[in-house]
């Protein structure tokens, strides 16, 4: 049965970071290859061949070491992470090491008559051994984090590439609907009252023209005004109230909406920059066609006002609301928190009391004016 995982503060606190069998040998063999090589250097007989001697010998110690570690990691794998079982090998590979040693003679024989020096040695010797395991495995999780970190961002960097390109067809099919339903439509009855003109005649032809005419100007200077000031409102020219109207009227007669603008926001002393304007319409854009859209709504409210320097934009209608779970992840919330992000706000919906959904929006009334999206 696979043991139970240690509580987080065990594993900050005491680990067990993973045993390095490989990094434990190699850092013991340079260790005991200092502390056996400086010795003989020390005495003034420097030779080659101690050199050589004293480096294959501490190699040979290590690697009992190394194996010990090994055999902890098989265990664990087998038995599950423990602190205990972690601990003993550390101590049993530390015990390795200086057993080793008094064998060969780097260590006194007559050492073993004192236990707590043999004892002390080997608690020395695995605390050491503890602190290049909490070392490397402290980096280790840094590096690990850091890895999930990017992966993270990758992950979120590809599905913001997924909803651009999204918003980009979205986007192109509002400008095809609009054309398609509305210019298109009276374009083609234009065409077909000319094609019904008979030059025979004069008076009822002349009367057809002047009606297809007065189409055509109202096509140009209504529908079409209406649809470029839909993509792009110039906000710095028209007041919101008027621009929040005609965005309503694309949605009746299907659902009608009531619009309330604070006075503030239309003086020029006290009226919020354009940029902040624009992404309140923005917000007030994807919160209508998802209550025509999403939510079948067949009333909306719209409140914009300002309060203590702060921009407050409320959309309530009487749909279905999230019928579910709400996504906040599709276009439209991207939109939508791409927007109050990029001015300092914030914005947040929720179940109406007794029906719907409530958008609520909060925006600084200055920003700069030069920041991009």
Not at 355 to 370: C, D, F, I, K, M
Request: aromatic share 4%.
């Amino acid at each position: 049965m696979k043991a139970p995982r240690l509580t987080r503060s065990s594993w900050r606190i005491l680990g067990p970071w993973p045993l390095r069998p490989v990094l434990v040998t190699v850092t013991m063999a340079l260790w005991l290859s200092g502390i056996r090589n400086s010795e003989r250097i020390a005495s003034g007989n420097f030779e080659i061949a101690w050199l050589t001697e004293g480096t294959s010998v501490s190699v040979l110690i290590a690697i009992p070491c190394g194996l010990v570690l090994q055999i902890g990691v098989l265990w664990q794998r087998r038995f599950g992470v423990r602190v205990v079982s972690y601990v003993v090998f550390v101590l049993l590979a530390s015990a390795t090491v200086i057993a080793l040693r008094i064998i060969i003679g780097d260590v006194d024989s007559a050492a073993l008559d004192n236990i707590p020096t043999v004892v002390g040695a080997v608690l020395r010797l695995a605390l050491a051994m503890s602190l290049i395991l909490i070392i490397t495995g402290r980096a280790s999780a840094k590096l690990a984090s850091q890895v999930v970190q990017t992966q993270s961002a990758l992950n979120l960097a590809q599905a913001q590439q997924a909803i651009l390109l999204q918003g980009d067809e979205f986007t192109r099919r509002q400008i095809s609907g609009a054309l398609h339903d509305r210019v298109q439509a009276r374009l083609i009855a234009a065409c077909l009252e000319l094609q019904m003109v008979d030059v025979e005649k004069p008076e009822e032809t002349r009367r057809t023209l002047d009606h297809t005419v007065a189409q055509l100007e109202e096509i140009r200077s209504v529908d079409v005004r209406r649809i470029a000031r839909a993509l792009s409102p110039s906000l710095s020219e028209v007041d919101l109230e008027s621009a929040l109207d005609e965005l309503a009227l694309q949605y009746e007669p299907g659902m009608k909406s009531t619009i309330t603008v604070d006075s503030v926001i239309e003086n020029k002393e006290t009226r919020p920059s354009a940029r902040v304007l624009l992404g309140a319409y923005r917000i007030i854009e994807q919160a209508l066609l998802n209550s025509a859209g999403h939510g079948a709504a067949r009333l909306c409210e719209i409140d914009v006002r300002v309060e203590d320097d702060i921009l407050e934009v409320t959309v309530k209608d009487d749909g279905r609301g999230f019928a579910g779970q709400p996504n906040m992840t599709g276009f439209g919330s991207t939109l939508m928190t791409t927007w109050a992000h990029s001015l300092g706000g914030s914005w947040a919906c929720q179940e109406g009391r007794n029906s719907g959904v409530v958008l609520t929006a909060r925006l600084p009334v200055r920003t700069n004016e030069s920041s991009q999206l």
